[in-house]
């Protein structure tokens, strides 16, 4: 690549790691985060290189996601930095079009990922003022490799590595199938079969909509309060009207207008075992990150008995789950619908923009930007939406520094051809 070159001589013989100078930032990731930092940099002229630790982009999406997955939020808010959706597409785009769209998005704008490179290390060496990113590749043996560049971009997102819970016996005694979510791709296979979704966010009520549509037997572990909110409100997306509301309202109002209209249309969630939080879900979702559900028609399976709520996990038996309020119920298999968690904290040597939980330390819209040429694109806990708005503002703070300094580069060039003239 033009923006690329291996440093001579700087092959160490003991370690077989090869040294690269990337001539502009480091891109860490080429899911929407990194494709959308990318594109919005080679529109401000800047070079650079992206890693991924898979073989294809967005990797979460392409490997990691069930098959009937839609964006729970309309297009046009989800629709990456210089490019929107095709016009045929749906308000709420499918899986497989929203794969297509990104991978559309990644030749439009010529951005190439450095494939099967999983970074092992990312330090900044303040000596020569310069990041210093280790990877191993996952394709080759023997081709690990040293990125030395001014700028580093962490794209690696919110969702990167799996939460497993340790539950008692889960693991030592339970003989049926244990699959995280990541790994659940339809309830085909479950078709008459007792399954227990632990985790009743939006990707646990999901599965268990698609279990209960596949005519399995899902039960839904809620251990915890959490707010159900309509996904469309007369006709409306549930989003857009929040975010007109917050444009005039003040937050508290917000959340109640939203409790009041989410009452009218789905009824009262407690009986059905879903208690909601004290606070209210704009709220909780500022302070919190935690995002509430939108519902696309597990509520309904919920009310007909279709999907059974339980309470909170004591322990697994071989073929039963005993429930803390001393019920047991026999299965068949368990997806445990958990979530993910950043692991930036694992390989990125600082701390000062990110903290011990892989989230920068600022809250938005400040979280993008640390020091030394660190920034962070799509920890926002704002979805799509705010990595777009991440990478619009890396991309400039970068650009705007990379047309500075390649001015006085051709001023000094220039100086020199003149010096050059006059001694001739």
């Given at each position: 690549m033009e923006n690329m070159f291996r440093l001579m001589g700087s092959e160490d013989s003991s370690e077989r790691r090869r040294c690269i100078w990337v001539n502009g930032p480091v891109i860490i990731g080429a899911g929407p985060s990194g494709l959308a930092t990318a594109a919005c940099l080679r529109e401000e002229g800047v070079p650079f290189v992206v890693l991924e630790r898979a073989e294809c982009i967005a990797s979460l999406w392409q490997k990691r996601t069930y098959d009937r997955l839609k964006l729970h939020l309309p297009k046009k808010v989800c629709q990456l930095p210089?490019?929107?959706?095709?016009?045929?597409?749906?308000?709420?785009?499918?899986?497989?079009?929203?794969?297509?769209?990104?991978?559309?998005?990644?030749?439009?704008?010529?951005?190439?990922?450095?494939?099967?490179?999983?970074?092992?290390?990312?330090?900044?060496?303040?000596?020569?003022g310069l990041w210093r990113i280790r990877t191993t590749s996952s394709a080759a043996v023997g081709s690990d490799m040293e990125y030395i560049c001014r700028w580093l971009?962490?794209?690696?997102?919110?969702?990167?590595?799996?939460?497993?819970?340790?539950?008692?016996?889960?693991?030592?005694?339970?003989?049926?199938?244990?699959?995280?979510?990541?790994?659940?791709?339809?309830?085909?296979?479950?078709?008459?079969?007792?399954?227990?979704?632990?985790?009743?966010?939006?990707?646990?009520?999901?599965?268990?909509?698609?279990?209960?549509?596949h005519n399995a037997n899902p039960s839904m572990v809620v251990r915890s309060s959490v707010h159900v909110l309509p996904r469309e409100i007369l006709g409306k997306s549930s989003f857009?009207?929040?975010?007109?509301?917050?444009?005039?309202?003040?937050?508290?109002?917000v959340d109640k207008i939203l409790l009041i209209l989410a009452w009218l249309i789905l009824g009262n969630l407690t009986k059905y075992g879903l208690k909601r939080p004290n606070m209210g879900p704009m709220e909780l979702?500022?302070?919190?990150?935690?995002?509430?559900?939108?519902?696309?028609?597990?509520?309904?399976?919920?009310?007909?008995?279709?999907?059974?709520?339980?309470?909170?996990?004591?322990?697994?038996?071989?073929?039963?789950v005993e429930l803390v309020d001393g019920q047991r119920l026999d299965l068949d298999a368990v997806v445990l619908a958990?979530?993910?968690?950043?692991?930036?904290?694992?390989?990125?040597?600082?701390?000062d923009l990110f903290s011990k939980n892989g989230f920068p330390k600022s809250p938005f819209p400040n979280a993008w930007k640390g020091k030394s040429g660190l920034y962070a694109a799509g920890f926002t806990r704002?979805?799509?939406?705010?990595?777009?708005?991440?990478?619009?503002?890396i991309a400039k703070d970068i650009g705007n520094v990379w047309r500075e300094e390649t001015k006085r580069q051709r001023m000094r060039t220039r100086v020199g051809h003149r010096r050059c003239i006059s001694v001739a």
């Open positions: 210089k490019m929107p959706f095709p016009e045929n597409y749906p308000e709420y785009p499918t899986k497989r079009q929203f794969i297509d769209y990104l991978e559309s998005y990644a030749t439009r704008f010529e951005i190439t990922p450095q494939f099967n490179e999983c970074v092992q290390s990312a330090r900044y060496d303040e000596t020569s971009v962490v794209a690696t997102g919110e969702n990167a590595e799996r939460v497993v819970p340790e539950i008692d016996g889960l693991t030592t005694e339970f003989n049926g199938e244990v699959i995280h979510s990541c790994e659940y791709k339809s309830g085909e296979k479950y078709r008459g079969k007792s399954v227990l979704v632990v985790g009743c966010g939006n990707s646990g009520m999901e599965v268990s909509l698609d279990l209960a549509n857009e009207i929040t975010m007109m509301l917050m444009k005039w309202l003040p937050l508290w109002l979702k500022v302070v919190t990150g935690k995002t509430p559900v939108l519902d696309i028609g597990a509520m309904e399976k919920i009310k007909s008995g279709d999907i059974d709520i339980v309470p909170g996990i004591k322990r697994f038996s071989r073929s039963q958990t979530g993910y968690r950043s692991n930036v904290p694992s390989w990125l040597q600082e701390n704002k979805g799509l939406a705010g990595a777009s708005a991440d990478a619009v503002n």
